[in-house]
């Protein structure tokens, strides 16, 4: 029943779930400099959420608000947690619900450091397309513009400890929206099935 941010329709009501969304905190120490990175199972997180997860972490940690990096996922198969005029409302709700587990991760990870290796690797992707699309007007709009530019390179970064694998961060700009409007499904989209490849990989 939950209303599904990313499309301009403002009545699009979650009727299933597909996969369930998170709130994942990964916090990372060396010397006497910590840093928090969160990742939302969420469309986008406007600046008063991003404002209240680094205000909650710092009062409960100590961890500088301005050492947290908080990103989403961009699903469009998630609730409302920012207003777009025209489109949709902030779910005030969803939103605490979401500013709370988000605190309540990194202070989980804060509490559980372990030492650990660190590996970075690039590649690329040729999945990415640039979406800036010439009109028959000549103007340009959104679309598929096949021979346009774009970024392929994707970073990753593995963490390792004498345990296994910690955790894998996966950088890469994109739009990760297969479902389309008529999905009525709260759903990671396919950030959800890179991540659970992964980690059935690693």
């Not at 409960?60 to 207003?83: F, K, L």
């Not at 894998?168 to 297969?178: E, F, N, Q, R, S």
């Amino acid at each position: 029943g939950i209303l599904l941010m990313g499309y301009p329709d403002p009545d699009r009501k979650a009727e299933s779930v597909r996969d369930p969304l998170s709130a994942d905190a990964l916090v990372l120490q060396q010397g006497k400099t910590t840093a928090v990175l969160i990742s939302l199972s969420i469309c986008i997180l406007d600046d008063a959420g991003v404002e209240a997860i680094r205000r909650g972490i710092e009062q409960q940690t100590g961890i500088p608000a301005d050492s947290i990096v908080i990103c989403t996922a961009q699903t469009h198969s998630a609730p409302c947690t920012m207003t777009c005029w025209g489109w949709c409302d902030r779910d005030e709700s969803y939103v605490d619900l979401l500013v709370g587990r988000s605190i309540r991760a990194a202070v989980e990870a804060s509490q559980n450091l372990q030492q650990a290796q660190v590996g970075i690797g690039t590649t690329e992707s040729d999945v990415g397309v640039n979406r800036r699309a010439i009109m028959a007007d000549h103007s340009v709009g959104l679309g598929y513009n096949h021979w346009g530019i774009y970024d392929p390179e994707m970073t990753v970064l593995c963490l390792q400890t004498a345990d296994g694998p910690l955790a894998t961060l996966i950088h890469y700009g994109a739009h990760p929206t297969v479902l389309s409007s008529d999905s009525r499904a709260i759903s990671r989209d396919w950030p959800g099935v890179m991540i659970d490849r992964v980690e059935d990989l690693t």
